[in-house]
Nanobody, 126 residues
Framework: QVQLVESGGGLVQAGGSLRLSCAASGRTLSSYATGWFRQSPGKEREFVAAINWSGNIRRYAASVKGRFTISRDDAKNTMYLKMNSLNPEDTAIYYC???????????????????WGQGTQVTVSS
């Protein structure tokens, strides 16, 4: 079993950048497919980005492709989401997730994901 803790959220102006971190304990992140989801008030949770267990496959939601980059540092057992060119529509609580199956991360709103962090708030002001 893996425990996930996000950090790095905050308030940023439109056009700015943030880097979210997801620190894991209990098991190594390289044992899982991992990714990021987000949820805004009144909206369904949505997939943002994913990276497979070996780190050689990355997937992004269309809304963030070219602006966000997912990565993983196996030595630190930590996953990251670098977010550039942020806009107010990116405002949400961001959650990191882990599952044995990449499809659970990339397929829909994360209903089949086994492990979740507690979330970190990202607010982008206009």
């Amino acid at each position: 079993q893996v425990q996930l803790v996000e950090s790095g959220g905050g308030l940023v102006q439109a056009g700015g950048s943030l880097r979210l971190s997801c620190a894991a304990s209990g098991r190594t992140l390289s044992s899982y497919a991992t990714g990021w989801f987000r949820q805004s008030p009144g909206k369904e949770r949505e997939f943002v980005a994913a990276i497979n267990w070996s780190g050689n496959i990355r997937r992004y939601a269309a809304s963030v492709k070219g602006r966000f980059t997912i990565s993983r540092d196996d030595a630190k057992n930590t996953m990251y989401l670098k977010m550039n060119s942020l806009n107010p529509e990116d405002t949400a609580i961001y959650y990191c997730a882990a599952d044995s199956a990449m499809a659970a991360i990339t397929g829909g709103s994360g209903g089949r994901v086994d492990y979740w962090g507690q979330g970190t708030q990202v607010t982008v002001s206009s």
